[in-house]
C-alpha cells in the first residue's frame, strides 16, 4: 500500500479536516498520478452532509482530478510518467454489460464504481477521491488533458463540464434551438459555454439578478431573474430545451411552462428532495421531462479534447484546501465565480 495524504469527512455533521490513508499499489493496467488540482463539486456537498442518504464515512471527496503521472504498470499502454492526466466520478465499471460496451459506463448496470463514496468491485474496499495528493486508477477510466489549457480550470471539465455537455450532445442542441440554463453555478456556467459554442440561442435563468452581466459575459445572449414574474412571462413558451442544474428544490412546472411544443427540460441538478409536478405541465404542448447522468468515459475524452480544440475551461476560483469549508459555506449562498478549484499544493 501506499500512503497518502487528504482531507475527510467523518460523519454528516462534521467538517472536512486532514485524513491520512493508503492508495493500493500500482497494479500492471493501473496509473499513479500526483493530483495537482480538484474541481469542487456541488455533488460533494450533498454526500458529504449526507443529503442523498448514501453517504459511506470517512468520505475523501472530489471527483475533477487533474494532475502529472509519476508510475505506471507494466502493461499500461495509454500513459507514461509525466502526462498531464484526469479523472472523473467513475473509476471502474464490469466492462461487459450492455452499457458499457457502448461507452454508457455512468449506467453500468452493475453499477459503476464511484470515484468516492462507492465501493471498488469486490463491494467492500472503499474508494476515496481527490481532496488528496495521490490516485491510483485503471488506466481505462483516466483521461488525456491537454497541456495547451490552464490545468486548474480544466479540472472541473470533469464533471461539470462533461455532465452539461454530454445532454447537450445527446439532444442535439445548436444552431436554430433556444436553449435556457436554469442556475447560473458550477454545471450552469460550462453549459452556458457549450450552448454557445454549439450555436444555440443562450438564456440563463437566475435566481440571481447579479450574475447578468457574468453571464452576458459568458456568452449567453439573454438573462432572466426568475423571481420577476414580468420577465419571467416574457418567455413562456419560448424554449426547446431547458437544462437544469439547480442543486435545490424548485418548482418544475414553472419551468415547463416556459418551454415550447416538444420541448424538453433537462434534470442535472440533483435536489435532495423529491418534487411534483403535474401531468397536465407535459401534457399540454407534448413536452418531456428527461435526465441525465456525467458522461461515459469516450464521451468525456471527446468533450476534453473539444475543450482543447475550442480554448474552453470553466471561470475558476483557486483555493486552499484549508478553506473548503468556507467554500462549501459560499456554495450553499449561490456565491462562487464558477467553480472552486483546490490547490492540492496547499495539503
Ligand atoms: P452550484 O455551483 O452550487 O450551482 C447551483 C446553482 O443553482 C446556483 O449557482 C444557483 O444559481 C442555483 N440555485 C441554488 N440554490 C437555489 C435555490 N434554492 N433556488 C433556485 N436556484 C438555486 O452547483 P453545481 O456543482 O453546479 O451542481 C448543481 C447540481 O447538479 C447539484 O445538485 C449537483 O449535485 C448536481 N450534479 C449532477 C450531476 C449529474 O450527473 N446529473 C453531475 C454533477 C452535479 P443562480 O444563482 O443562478 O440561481
Ligand atoms: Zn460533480
Ligand atoms: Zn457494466
Known amino acids: 500500500m501506499t500512503k497518502a495524504k487528504g482531507y475527510a469527512v467523518h460523519d454528516a455533521k462534521s467538517e472536512l479536516g486532514p ?3 493508503e492508495r493500493r499499489e500500482v497494479g500492471p493496467h493501473d496509473v499513479q498520478f500526483d493530483i495537482s488540482y480538484c474541481g469542487v ?7 458529504v452532509r449526507n443529503e442523498w442518504g448514501n453517504s459511506i464515512y470517512p468520505m475523501v471527496p472530489g471527483h475533477e482530478l487533474v494532475g502529472k503521472v509519476v508510475k505506471v504498470g507494466s502493461h499500461v499502454k495509454k500513459y507514461k510518467a509525466g ?3 484526469g479523472v472523473g466520478c467513475m473509476v471502474e465499471s464490469c466492462r461487459t454489460c450492455k452499457n458499457c460496451k457502448e461507452g454508457l459506463e455512468q449506467f453500468c448496470a452493475e453499477g459503476a464504481v464511484m470515484t468516492y463514496n462507492g ?8 474508494t476515496y477521491g481527490g481532496y488528496s495528493n495521490i490516485v491510483v486508477v485503471n488506466e481505462d477510466f483516466v483521461l488525456k488533458v491537454s497541456d495547451k489549457l490552464n490545468l486548474a480550470a480544466v479540472a472541473p471539465l470533469l464533471c461539470a463540464g462533461i455532465t452539461t455537455y454530454s445532454p447537450l450532445r445527446h439532444w442535439k442542441v445548436g444552431k ?4 435556457a440554463v436554469l442556475g447560473l453555478g458550477g454545471l450552469g456556467h460550462m453549459a452556458v459555454k457549450f450552448g454557445v459554442s454549439f450555436g444555440a440561442e443562450v438564456t440563463v435563468l437566475s435566481s440571481s439578478p447579479s450574475k447578468k452581466d457574468d453571464a452576458l459575459k459568458l456568452g449567453a445572449h439573454k438573462f432572466v431573474v426568475t423571481s420577476d414574474e414580468e420577465q419571467i412571462k416574457s418567455v413562456l413558451g419560448y424554449f426547446d430545451f431547458i437544462l437544469d442544474t439547480v442543486s435545490a428544490e424548485h418548482d418544475y412546472s414553472k419551468y415547463i411552462s416556459l418551454l415550447s411544443t416538444n420541448g ?4 442535472v441538478g440533483a435536489p435532495p428532495t423529491p418534487s411534483q409536478i403535474h401531468s397536465f405541465s407535459l401534457i399540454m404542448g407534448r413536452k418531456s421531462l428527461a435526465g441525465s447522468l456525467i458522461g461515459g468515459i469516450p464521451e468525456t475524452q471527446e468533450m476534453l479534447d473539444y475543450c482543447a480544440e475550442h ?4 471561470d475558476i476560483e483557486l483555493i486552499d484546501i484549508k478553506d473548503i ?3 462549501y459555506e459560499r456554495m450553499l449562498k449561490s456565491d462562487v465565480k464558477y467553480r472552486f478549484v483546490i490547490d492540492i499544493a496547499t495539503l
Do not use: M
Not at 463539486?41 to 454526500?47: R, T
Open 311 to 314: 480554448n474552453i475551461v470553466s
Open 119 to 126: 465501493y471498488e468491485r469486490d463491494k467492500k474496499t472503499p
Open 83 to 85: 502526462d498531464l492526466v
Open 325 to 327: 469549508n468556507k467554500a
Open 41 to 47: 463539486c456541488h455533488s460533494d456537498l450533498h454526500q
Open 19 to 21: 485524513w491520512n490513508f
Open 264 to 267: 424538453v427540460h433537462i434534470c
Open 176 to 179: 436554430g434551438h433556444k436553449l
